[in-house]
């Protein structure tokens, strides 16, 4: 068996299969999982990968085997087993590998009510009952009843709920493409955009885990290449890309120019704000200024938080906000049980453009108002002291500001830059943002030549 160790990240399992794990494996995860959580119901889906439906089987057996009865939904995006979860206030698993090659698969675990499975609630628990009963030949007999296994359809309930959050019954007619990336956006997108004012132009919806077309993951540009260009063919209004598990949404514009995912996020915030006047709003540090200076001339109140699903679910449930957003374009609603779903975002941009005449560029203008480099990923051998050497290059500085909330931040009048180590490769991530694009390449290439001293190279940009 693999060392658990290196596919246990974060908030979900993660690994190659069946070099890194297996169905026997997901049958011991479906066992642990009933035994940390204490379910004695939990609902599971699955996406579209070849390797998923034995999977999830596998996942049940085990739960089932343990007394738990177990509710399957089938394929099915993320979002839509984060609603499950939250409208039968279940534990939930989701059998996915995000954006990653086929190659992957993985699981995605909540509590009851889509609440996150973490490292300190529960995901270390798990993983180190895996660990023991692997090792010692199987889950201990359970001396309660031997589960069920149910199939129950969620998708139209899943769609109704969206559109009881957002009304685009009114909105003017809009060309939308849409690119599903041959994941579970094909299933989802056709069925909760089915008779609204929309001429829908549809790309790679069939779905398909190998993802022949290109992988499924929008954050790399190479990804929306083909969206940008049938965006511009069509004369479209704006083009939508999902990642291989739907949760994240992906926006460009009427020109096929991308729109950062923190203008996304301002614009939704001063939307929530509008039916939530003086709530709060999570962001996390990476995203740019303007979202918190939209809350607040939204009459909100930012929280800024460390980067990652479990961090915004915990802002979220501990200080009430109505909604979240991180630069990686996942959003997270109060009234989705503070999970994030990029269907529901995407609503919100065609509520927005289609409740106004203008383009979306002239729309989004008011909320991207910085130049920013993007993520800029660079391989270290040590973190740490790359971190320090940064940190003491800008210590003493004349109005520079600094902290450590997640990685380095460090701010001065016109600009700011945060520094991260991955938790799963040897990388610092670089993000800089400043008034002008000469002061972001300036801040960039100053950072990167103390980080790469040491003869590193880039790894994406």
């Known amino acids: 068996m693999a060392d658990l160790s290196q596919i246990v990240k974060a908030y979900d399992v ?3 299969v069946p070099d890194q794990w297996d169905e026997a494996t997901a049958e011991l995860f479906g066992a642990a999982f009933v035994h940390v959580t204490g379910a004695s119901t939990l609902v599971v889906g699955h996406d579209m990968r070849p390797s998923s439906p034995g999977l999830v089987r596998a996942f049940g057996r085990g739960a089932a085997g343990q007394g738990a009865d177990v509710t399957e939904i089938g394929l099915c995006s993320t979002d839509e087993l984060y609603f499950a979860s939250g409208k039968l206030d279940l534990p ?4 996915t590998a995000s954006h990653n090659p086929a190659r992957y698969n993985g699981i995605k675990m909540c509590r009851a009510g889509a609440a996150p499975v973490g490292e300190e609630t529960g995901l270390a628990e798990i993983r180190s009952l895996v660990e023991r009963w692997s090792d010692s030949g199987g889950a201990p007999a359970s001396d309660k009843p031997q589960g069920t296994v149910t199939q129950r359809d969620m998708l139209a309930e899943y769609a ?13 007619r809009l060309k939308v493409v849409v690119d ?7 299933l989802t997108v056709p069925f909760v955009l089915a008779g609204l004012p929309l001429e829908l132009h549809d790309m790679y919806f069939e779905l398909d885990g190998t993802f022949p077309n290109h992988e499924a993951n929008p954050l790399d540009p190479k990804n929306i290449v083909d969206l940008q260009r049938r965006v511009r063919e069509v004369g479209a209004d704006l083009g939508l890309a999902f990642d291989g598990d739907a949760d994240r949404c992906f926006v460009v514009d009427e020109n096929g120019d991308p729109v ?22 999570i962001h996390n540090l990476i995203t740019s200024w303007s979202v918190p200076e939209v809350i607040r001339e939204s009459g909100g109140q930012p929280v800024r938080t460390r980067v990652g699903h479990s961090f915004i679910k915990q802002e979220m449930a501990r200080t009430g906000a109505i909604f979240g957003g991180e630069h990686s374009a996942h959003y997270y609603f109060r009234d989705f049980w503070n999970a994030d779903t990029g269907m529901l975002a995407a609503l919100h941009v065609l509520a927005a453009l289609g409740g106004q005449d203008g383009t979306l560029s002239r729309l989004v203008a008011h909320y991207d108002r910085y130049a ?8 270290v051998e040590d973190q740490f002291n790359r971190t320090a050497a940064v940190k003491a290059a800008f210590a003493g500085r004349e109005s520079v500001t600094m902290d450590e909330l997640d990685g380095l931040t460090v701010t001065g009048v016109n600009w700011w830059f945060n520094l991260r180590p991955s938790n799963t490769e040897p990388l610092l991530r670089l993000n800089v943002e400043a008034r002008d694009a000469a002061t972001v390449e300036r801040v960039r290439d100053e950072v990167l030549a103390i980080v790469r001293a040491e ?7």
Request: proline content about 5%.
């Open 14 to 16: 993660r690994g190659v």
């Open 92 to 95: 939930g698993a989701m059998f």
């Open 160 to 172: 109704e709920h969206l559109h009881s959050l957002v009304d685009l019954s009114h909105i003017r």
């Open 180 to 186: 599903a990336g041959n994941g579970m956006g094909g």
């Open 260 to 281: 950062p995912p923190s203008a996304i996020t301002a614009l939704v915030a001063s939307r929530e704000l509008a039916k939530a006047p003086g709530a709060t709003v």
């Open 372 to 379: 920013s480099s993007g993520e800029i990923n660079s391989t």
């Open 455 to 461: 003869g590193e190279r880039t790894l994406m940009v």
